[in-house]
């Protein structure tokens, strides 16, 4: 009897599952449980986050724990943890409380500086009264340094000093160097020693500029550069009053990260204590916990490095092995070695350990998560398929951004997920995009348009975050014109303020959101919008391509641009132009197929690994400027041929038809 009163329900489950399926709602069903685990997670993190601000607002000022909220984690962790290896470089391991005595040197080194004398003993100190100091309290002091530990005891005793650290790209040389330490408002400047022959032409200037110079070593014997490393270690390592580090607000500015510059010269982006309390989170999101060892190769330039590698480790009590370069050939060993759990990726890196011949060392490794961004399916499939069991959690973010997601479901080839839960607690929208104006679609009313209506249509949209006290945006130093663009005003109602990423994602049917293209890069070819990242996937599914960067060129007589990709090979293969022809034109729309090949021994990319998309734009396909072979389609013969300077001419003529 019991089991025919279940029989009427259990006739209604296949018509109930099949509305479900209609109205798109069970590829969000199916996905409950992730999302559900993953808010409560952002709730334990928030309150743990919480707890640490209110226990840095409630202490004695004059103590180290009255600090900013990196001061105050730090001497936590010391006192808690003091043994636990914080920091690996090398040969040399720092322990969480050697980590506090360096940055408690370095924070009365740059105190003697800011004109403050620590009292006999290395006591609570004060401030001298009419004392000539080349730093005033809030100053900005650039630190031009590879990633090392002297890096970080430099950055953090700045912060404990009540300075602002301004991290300067270790590459930039004669104008953008000088262009970054004018926009930060830099009173003096921190470089490593090795830098100093690259750096000689610069000094006139630097010196012009008022910078106080210091070295972070001995290698120098230029007048006028003093060794702060020098001047650290001959400070007490008592920790300094708290109240010299205290905010005034969670919203003041304590460090500046120069954004890559792939478009311009780089803009200082304003970074808060309440990013840097909110990156102390980064870790605890991802799933890490405190016995784990993270492998960090990023620049510490980079926010990637810095505030999310760093600053997230911190937030759990973790060990780092920072490495100053990244190297495919070592980073098995290094992980056999240090019994790593963590690594911390940009896509790039995963891409050269998969082109990698197999080695011994990079099976019977503890590595469970990987952690980055801009992995791309290939790749993604390709490393979880050599190197694992393990985790990818591909995560999305600006330095400037207000907006994070993260790929919590380790959904090959996502960034995130666009579940009502995740929207309650980091809010977004994709708005239409028109790619000729290079601006939002606006109705009637002036209003942006939301991608089609419906959960998640696969339509790209332009991903914007709404500007709030919880989420702000604190834009750039040198002036309110450098944030034009990147705040969308009256975006759903009148007076409404957002972030404008700059960067087209997709949302799919099952709530999954799909990094499709920057702004910039999608170009305008027949009629029709041509994403980058569509043709490199196509590209680099080939067995003979390793990596691929696609990008759009002025063709005279043409409107829009021509798609054109720069093409690495794999070893040892060669270019087979029959069948790239081939697999295009079955993988793509015509209007996608790329117009021109480039063939490189290696592609170009900023220090951070980013394609240079506006340089190769630049440079364009003339065979008479460029020494790489290149390639035309031959839409009449229906194949790539050699560009020669024949040809050249006959397409600007308007007798090659591509």
Known sequence: MAGLLLLPPLLLLPPLLLLLRTLHIWPRLRWLAADLAFAVRVLRCNRALRARALAAAAADPRGPEGGCSLAWRLAQLARQRPAHVFLIHGARRFSYAEAERQSNRAARAFLRARGWDAGPGGGAGNERAGAAAPLAPGATVALLLPACPEFLWLWFGLAKAGLRAAFVPAALRRGPLLHCLRSCGARALVLAPELLESLEPDLPALRAMGLHLWAAGPETRLAGISDVLAEASAEADEPVPGYLSAPQSVMDTCLYIFTSGTTGLPKAARISHLKILQCQGFYQLCGAHQEDVIYLALPLYHMSGSLLGIVGCLGIGATVVLKSKFSAGQFWDDCQQHGVTVFQYIGELCRYLVNQPPSQAERGHKVRLVVGSGLRPDTWERFVRRFGPL????????????????????????????????????????????????????????????????????????????????????????????????????????????????????????????FHDRTGDTFRWKGENVATTEVAEALESLDFVQEVNVYGVTVPGHEGRAGMAALVLRPPHSLDLEQLYSHVSENLPPYAWPRFLRLQESLATTETFKQQKVRMTKEGFNPSALSDPLYVLDRAGGAYLPLTPARYSALLAGDLRI
């Open 391 to 514: 985790q990818v959690l591909e995560t999305y973010g600006l330095t400037e951004g207000n907006v994070a997601t993260f790929n919590y479901t380790g959904q090959p080839g996502a960034v995130g997920r666009a579940s009502w839960l995740y929207k309650h607690v980091f809010p977004f929208s994709l708005i239409r995009y028109d790619v000729t104006t290079g601006e939002p679609v606006r109705d009637t009313q002036g209003h942006c348009v939301a991608t089609s209506p419906g959960w998640c249509s696969g339509e790209p949209g332009l991903l914007v975050a709404p500007v709030s006290q919880q989420s702000p945006f604190l834009g750039y130093a040198g002036g309110p014109e450098l944030d034009r663009g990147k705040l969308l005003k009256d975006v759903f109602r009148p007076g409404d303020v957002f972030f404008n990423t700059g960067d087209l994602l997709v949302c799919d049917d099952q709530g999954f959101l799909r």
